[in-house]
Every structure is written in structure tokens, then in C-alpha cells.
């Protein structure tokens, strides 16, 4: 693994390499002013989530989406370090902001193995987030874009989301549709 970058001094979640070997290639052209996961704006870095996040407003961001709850800096450290322990299977991406060492944005991509489809792996995109004061600079398509090209690259046969209402016109932007006849159902144990 690379020694870390400028921001983060401590340990990735997974390999930064990973999210620089993405071909963007074909994306770049999508984007207006133009941005890349190598640049994706002034100040800007699109890296894997950092054991360090905590002191860097990760849970805050996160709070923006939902309930978030009290979690201790042990109780975080615990939870990063399992999700480390199943290699290929947790790539929780961030943006950092490094002229305040903010996270402002961060997107999951959640690996599920499979008996199905001929022992396949099935992607799932969770917990998509950009900060408020962050919003209509691209940075929510790039997170997007980043994942579903690392979902594909990865050899998932399917990568899926679920979101709010209001959230589906954004989502239908990037080719993510309601299947005909499928549905996402659930029960929920907690709020
Ligand atoms: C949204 C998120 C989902 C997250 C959920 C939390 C995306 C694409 N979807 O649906 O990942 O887990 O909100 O809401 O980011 P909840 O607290 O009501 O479960």
C-alpha cells in the first residue's frame, strides 16, 4: 500500500491504488467544468476513508443523511477496523477538503458475495453524502461515477441503491432505474 497522502497520515481503509486505477476516461467529458477523480476540484482529494476521518467531520457529514448517533472515537476505530478485516468487500470513499481537513463528501461501495450467477458479487452503493456548502459542484456525480465504474471493474454483475423519493430524478441521471417487477422491500427494526 502507498504511504499516505497529503491529509491523511494514518491508515486507508483500502488501497488508495485501487481508486486511482479507475479509467475515467470515457466519463471526463460528462463534466462542465471538467473534473476527475485525479482532480476533482481547488483543494480537493478523492481518497479512501482514513482512520483519522473521525477528527475530520466524517460522522458530521454523515449526519446529513440520517441519524448517525454517539460514536465514540473506540467505537469508530472498532467499526474501521472490522470492515478492514474483509478485504474487498467495504470501499467507503471520501473528498477532503485539505485546506481545512473537512470531509465534505463520501460515497460507499458495499461488496456482497454471492452463490448466484455463478458465484458473483453484487455492488451496492450506500450512504452518498455531500456537504451542504459543497453542493452543485459535480462532486456528487463524480462520487457516483467513481463507484459505478469500481463496482464494474470489480466484476459485479449488478450494482443497486436505494434513496428517498425526492432523491430518484438524480439517481435515474446516472442509469439507475426501478426494475420492472422488482422491488425493495424492508422491515425496520430501529429508526
Ligand atoms: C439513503 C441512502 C442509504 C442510507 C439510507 C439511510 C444512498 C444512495 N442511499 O437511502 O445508503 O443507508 O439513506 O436512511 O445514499 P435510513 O437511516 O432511513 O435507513
Known amino acids: 500500500m502507498e504511504p499516505p497522502e497529503n491529509g491523511c497520515a494514518d491508515e486507508y481503509l483500502f488501497d488508495p491504488v485501487i481508486l486511482k486505477q479507475i479509467d475515467f476516461s470515457k466519463h471526463k467529458a460528462t463534466y462542465k467544468p471538467m473534473i476527475s477523480p485525479a482532480n476533482p476540484g481547488e483543494s480537493l482529494l478523492l481518497r ?14 454523515l449526519s446529513q443523511l440520517t441519524k448517525v448517533g454517539d ?21 467507503v470513499t471520501v473528498l477532503e477538503d485539505t485546506r481545512i481537513n473537512q470531509v465534505i463528501g463520501t460515497a460507499t461501495l458495499f461488496l456482497e458475495q454471492k452463490f448466484i450467477h ?7 452503493i450506500e450512504d452518498v453524502v455531500v456537504s451542504d ?9 463524480l462520487l457516483l461515477d467513481v463507484l459505478t465504474l469500481l463496482s464494474k471493474k470489480l466484476g459485479s454483475y449488478k450494482v443497486t441503491l436505494d434513496c428517498k423519493d425526492k432523491m430518484i430524478p438524480f ?21
Request: aromatic share 16%; net charge positive; charged share 30%.
Open 48 to 61: 479512501p476513508l482514513c482512520l483519522g476521518d473521525f477528527d475530520r467531520g466524517f460522522l458530521q457529514l
Open 171 to 191: 439517481y435515474n441521471t446516472f442509469g439507475f432505474t426501478k426494475e420492472e417487477g422488482n422491488n425493495f422491500l424492508q422491515q425496520r427494526f430501529k429508526d
Open 71 to 91: 460514536i465514540s472515537r473506540e467505537l469508530f476505530k472498532e467499526r474501521f477496523t472490522s470492515m478492514k478485516s474483509c478485504p474487498h468487500t467495504y470501499y
Open 118 to 124: 455463478t458465484a458473483a458479487t453484487r455492488a451496492r
Open 133 to 141: 456548502d459543497y453542493r452543485g459542484k459535480q462532486l456528487g456525480k
